[in-house]
């Protein structure tokens, strides 16, 4: 690799063509390795509380592909035709400086997700410590935690000098726990499909309906939230043709697969964590290996979110010439501040705080595909994504589009009217409609409306 | 006392006369490369049918499946 190429995968600037190397296989192993994690299991243990294992897992396996798609077609055409990031990608619709809201919410999102990722890394290594005998239970070895969350930013931090190759290479070492994953399931299902089928899911509504649209809607929720991710993935890819596939495949498919082992734990042995009931079902090795594969998974989705996230804090003026370095130390010092002194506040806290940053990615997903399949038909001015001037197309009025704020605005409450992502509480609608598709549409819509003005003002750059 | 003098305010929007701020030449060369070339594709026919088959179809027939399980 070339200084130049090496310089341009730690940028926020688009990629030539001969600098986006990545196949479909290797696209495919980092997508898979990046999507496979502990949130996997709280995804399954979330639909195990409304729905049972078959209906569960096909509710899921279909709303995880419908929420793909709109990532894909929201944040894929931009990112794959120019080589650029999810939070570039939007600027088209928010404007030369109201990208900021979106990278807010990409910020917000990542950190967020790998301070989860990284705990649950470093408890993960502790238990495996102490299950392999070199460490003793107890409160001792509970204050590792701190110690070996610093020790799995050191290694993530090591591994990204290398930018987006040392996403692949990670991803490469440690794709095989998803086939581990695949075998722990198995195991479960094999011992106790009976119990499987019996069980009853213990929150379920009365309305089977609600139940089966809500595990509809953790779905596409829960691959909704690769729109910060996908971009910087999808960007060292060539072409589109390139990344079909492995998205949907590679990003999409392990998702509803892997929340199976949390479904099924949940639902006949009432915990989702694989590191608690592999050990009842089949002793200490094979919680041993549970606790290898927590350990990889985490630690390759940490890797992955950690570029995205740096490569989305290039957009920002000031940060465009600082070193990878810095800009790395940057992204990874909140996920080792809040590893080392709130680690349980923050697991106690994470749920609502992340349901609604979850609320957002459905409305901006709405947004980018109407603007740019219906009112830009794919015509997309890549040096006004660059540069903040009056006279270019994305400057709008001070580089804000209000139609994308309120726009982002109405989408949110209408997800919100439909589902109340705390509390559980719906509209009579939610159940034909989920809450993920009319907050996208309204989004949609109201952009629309709203970019039918700016037209006539002859802001936005947008075809006659 | 607080300094407000113009060069420690916040930067101001800059105007349509002033020209924009010259890009990085790396930057710039970039841009320039797409600007020369032909507009380069999204999805191609292939990429649409995958797309639909499994971001629609295959969902489809998941809740009809699922639903009567």
């Known amino acids: ?464 | 006392m607080t300094d407000r003098s113009p060069s420690s305010a916040l930067p101001l929007a800059p105007s349509p006369a002033a020209p924009a701020a010259p890009l990085p030449p790396e930057l710039e060369a970039r841009i320039a490369a797409f600007e020369r070339a032909a507009p380069a594709p999204d999805f191609d026919k292939s990429g649409w049918f995958w797309m639909m088959l499994l971001g629609v179809a295959i969902p489809v027939v998941l809740l009809i499946a699922g639903w009567w399980a």
């Open chain 1, 1 to 464: 690799m070339t200084r130049g190429m090496a310089q341009a995968d730690e940028s926020a600037w688009p990629l030539l063509a001969q600098e986006r190397t990545w196949g479909a296989a290797r696209l495919t192993l980092t997508l898979a390795t990046t999507a496979a994690a502990t949130w996997c299991y709280l995804i399954g243990e979330s639909v195990g509380s409304y729905l049972g294992f078959i209906k569960g897992g096909l509710a899921l396996g279909a709303g995880c592909m419908i929420g793909m798609v709109l990532v894909l077609l929201a944040a894929g055409p931009v990112c794959v035709r120019f080589g650029i990031d999810s939070v570039a990608s939007s600027k088209p619709q928010f404007g030369s400086r109201g990208w900021v809201v979106p990278a807010a919410l990409q910020a917000v999102s990542i950190i967020g997700w790998n301070s989860l990722l990284i705990i649950f890394f470093a408890k993960s290594a502790v238990q495996l410590s102490i299950a392999l005998g070199v460490l003793e239970p107890g409160a001792r070895s509970a204050a590792l935690v701190p110690l070996l969350t610093v020790c799995a930013c050191a290694i993530i931090f090591t591994a990204l000098r290398r930018g987006a190759t040392g996403v692949s290479m990670v991803s490469n070492i440690l794709v095989a726990h998803v086939f581990v994953g695949l075998w722990m399931l198995y195991l479960l299902v094999s011992r106790r499909w009976p119990e499987l089928l019996a069980a009853r899911p213990p929150s379920a509504s009365p309305d089977h309906l609600w139940n089966y649209t809500t595990g509809v809607e953790l779905g596409i929720g829960a691959t909704l939230s690769w729109w910060p991710y996908i971009g910087a993935m999808i960007r060292m890819a060539p072409n589109g043709r390139t990344i079909v596939l492995p998205v949907m495949l590679g990003m999409a498919a392990p998702v509803p697969l892997l929340s199976l082992i949390g479904l099924a734990g949940s639902l006949v042995l009432k915990s989702s964590d694989p590191t608690e009931w592999l050990r009842t079902v089949g002793g200490p090795a094979y919680a041993i290996i549970s606790l290898t594969f927590v350990t990889a998974a985490n630690f390759g989705t940490t890797t992955a979110g950690i570029y995205a996230s740096a490569i989305g804090l290039r957009n920002f003026t000031v940060l465009q010439q600082r070193s990878w370095t810095t800009l790395l130390l940057i992204t990874i010092a909140p996920v080792a501040l809040v590893g080392i002194f709130i680690p349980e506040l923050f697991f106690a806290k994470f749920g609502n705080f992340l349901a609604l940053i979850g609320v957002a990615f459905a409305p901006l997903c709405g947004i980018q595909i109407v603007d740019y399949f219906v009112l830009r038909r794919g015509r997309i001015d890549i040096r006004a994504i660059y540069v903040d001037h009056p006279q270019q197309a994305y400057y709008y009025w001070r580089g804000i589009n209000p139609a994308a704020l309120i726009a982002l605005a109405a989408g949110c409450v209408t997800y919100v009217v439909f589902l109340n992502p705390l509390s559980y509480r719906s509209t009579t609608l939610y159940p034909y409609l989920t809450a993920s598709l009319p907050a996208a549409a309204a989004a949609a819509l109201v952009y629309f409306l709203g970019s039918l003005l700016v037209i006539r003002a002859g802001r936005g750059g947008y075809p006659a």
